[in-house]
């Protein structure tokens, strides 16, 4: 099988796969549960929900281990099965993936604070290096360094991935609008910096997820191929800016509304279009039919 690079270098737009926390609660996670152990006690609902994406169509899917680096897990008292949580959560989506389908297994921030001194740049990229090392054994592609918000530690978790495995590497980053109009992380970081940090820190495929719903999202897509015009794009938007509605978050976007966007996103220059927050499978099986249309045009 190519590597996703290549298949974009060939023309090809591709499909990712949607939200899996707010899946994860549909299937009954706990406020306060730790996501990642379910790669360990509820093995077969993770593998239903990487099932469900490849079956609507996604031509990746990603793993439970956005959390799954040891300063996240050290909070449920987990640091010492970072290995295990990772190798597992990696092996259930490449089951789910097949021959076929690329494993782009999710890498989140790590909640710690460099400027604030919470800890050191080493000890940031050996975290991520140990997650890194256990998502390539478990049977994964590529990793998704994805809801990023922070140049140096996104970097860090770069340098780390290409100097410990074979992996492909994707780098994502969530931006706001601020009340001038312009798009910007939490840090202040914008698309157009975020694009030129990662391409130097040798990311193979960069973007954006969650933050913003599909309608946003191509204007966020053209600001990042201004800037990095030779480097492949994915955005995995979510299903609408969530509303609360009686204690309960809700996401608007519909699949078809989702799938409505498609064609300026790709006009805007992404190669890989999927979900985050709020998305079902249902989203991926309209974007993925979407998709298919403007392939043959």
């Given at each position: 099988?190519k590597?996703?690079?290549?298949?974009?270098?060939?023309?090809?737009?591709?499909?990712?796969?949607?939200?899996?926390?707010?899946?994860?609660?549909?299937?009954?996670?706990q406020?306060?549960?730790?996501?990642?152990?379910?790669?360990?006690?509820?093995?077969?609902?993770?593998?239903?929900?990487?099932?469900?994406?490849?079956?609507?169509g996604?031509?990746?899917?990603?793993?439970?281990?956005?959390?799954?680096?040891?300063?996240?897990?050290?909070?449920?008292?987990?640091?010492?099965?970072?290995?295990?949580?990772?190798?597992?959560?990696?092996?259930?989506?490449?089951?789910?993936?097949?021959?076929?389908?690329?494993?782009?297994?999710?890498?989140?921030?790590?909640?710690?604070?460099?400027?604030?001194?919470?800890?050191?740049?080493?000890?940031?990229?050996?975290?991520?290096?140990?997650?890194?090392?256990?998502?390539?054994?478990?049977?994964?592609?590529?990793?998704?360094?994805e809801?990023?918000?922070?140049?140096?530690e996104?970097?860090?978790?770069?340098?780390?991935?290409?100097?410990?495995?074979?992996?492909?590497?994707?780098?994502?980053?969530?931006?706001?609008?601020?009340?001038?109009?312009?798009?910007?992380?939490?840090?202040?970081?914008?698309?157009?910096?975020?694009?030129?940090?990662?391409?130097?820190?040798?990311?193979?495929?960069?973007?954006?997820?969650?933050?913003?719903?599909?309608?946003?999202?191509?204007e966020?897509?053209?600001?990042?191929?201004?800037?990095?015009?030779?480097?492949?794009?994915?955005?995995?938007?979510?299903?609408?800016?969530?509303?609360?509605?009686?204690?309960?978050?809700?996401f608007?976007?519909?699949?078809?509304?989702?799938?409505?966007?498609?064609?300026?996103?790709?006009?805007?220059?992404?190669?890989?279009?999927?979900?985050?927050?709020?998305?079902?499978?249902?989203?991926?099986?309209?974007?993925?039919?979407?998709?298919?249309?403007?392939?043959?045009?």
């Amino acid at each position: 099988m190519k590597r996703i690079a290549e298949q974009i270098a060939d023309g090809k737009i591709l499909v990712s796969d949607g939200a899996w926390g707010t899946i994860l609660q549909q299937k009954g996670l706990q406020p306060g549960e730790c996501p990642e152990l379910w790669c360990l006690t509820h093995r077969a609902d993770v593998l239903a929900i990487a099932r469900s994406y490849i079956s609507a169509g996604a031509d990746m899917v990603k793993t439970n281990s956005f959390g799954g680096t040891a300063f996240k897990l050290e909070f449920f008292a987990l640091a010492d099965k970072v290995g295990e949580i990772n190798e597992a959560a990696a092996a259930i989506s490449r089951e789910a993936a097949g021959p076929g389908k690329h494993v782009i297994a999710s890498m989140g921030p790590t909640g710690k604070m460099l400027l604030m001194g919470d800890v050191t740049e080493d000890q940031l990229k050996d975290a991520f290096a140990q997650q890194a090392v256990a998502l390539e054994k478990g049977g994964a592609d590529a990793v998704c360094i994805e809801t990023m918000s922070d140049i140096a530690e996104a970097c860090l978790a770069i340098r780390a991935v290409k100097e410990n495995t074979n992996l492909e590497i994707i780098c994502t980053f969530t931006f706001e609008k601020t009340v001038n109009g312009e798009y910007r992380t939490m840090m202040g970081v914008s698309p157009a910096e975020m694009a030129c940090a990662c391409v130097k820190a040798s990311a193979h495929i960069i973007g954006s997820n969650c933050g913003n719903g599909f309608e946003q999202m191509p204007e966020i897509a053209a600001k990042i191929r201004a800037a990095a015009p030779g480097t492949p794009i994915i955005i995995n938007a979510n299903a609408g800016l969530p509303v609360n509605r009686n204690g309960t978050t809700y996401f608007p976007e519909t699949p078809e509304m989702a799938a409505k966007y498609v064609p300026a996103i790709i006009t805007a220059g992404a190669n890989i279009i999927g979900g985050c927050c709020g998305t079902t499978p249902d989203h991926i099986k309209a974007i993925a039919a979407a998709v298919r249309v403007i392939g043959r045009q």
